[in-house]
Nanobody, 115 residues
Framework: QVQLVESGGGLAHAGGSLRLSCEASGRTYSYYTMGWYRQAPGKQRELVATISSFGRTTLEDSVKGRFTISRDNLKTTVHLQMNDLKPEDTAIYYC?????????WGQGTQVTVSS
């Protein structure tokens, strides 16, 4: 079982920055992928960014050049640095953890960007 604790999020003005963090604890495999998804009101949950335990990253096209995903080597923690935020980034952001056996989700953290 893996537990995810998210932090960060909140309110920002357009053009501002926020940083999300997610720490995974519990039984983890050597190989895993962590990432962030988001869900805006009335829309489906969409992938934002992922990073594997080997450091390979993916970014959704609309956030490339603005968001960066990284991880702590000593902790199973992933960070999402969000710069140049836009109102359309407003959503609930969910941390995900995927290993060969299971997928886990955080409870979500609200990000609101005002114009």
């Amino acid at each position: 079982q893996v537990q995810l604790v998210e932090s960060g999020g909140g309110l920002a003005h357009a053009g501002g920055s926020l940083r999300l963090s997610c720490e995974a604890s519990g039984r983890t495999y050597s190989y895993y992928t962590m990432g962030w998804y988001r869900q805006a009101p009335g829309k489906q949950r969409e992938l934002v960014a992922t990073i594997s335990s080997f450091g390979r990253t993916t970014l959704e096209d609309s956030v490339k050049g603005r968001f960066t995903i990284s991880r702590d080597n000593l902790k199973t923690t992933v960070h999402l640095q969000m710069n140049d935020l836009k109102p359309e980034d407003t959503a609930i952001y969910y941390c995900s953890f995927n290993d060969p056996d299971n997928s886990y989700w955080g409870q979500g953290t609200q990000v609101t960007v005002s114009s």
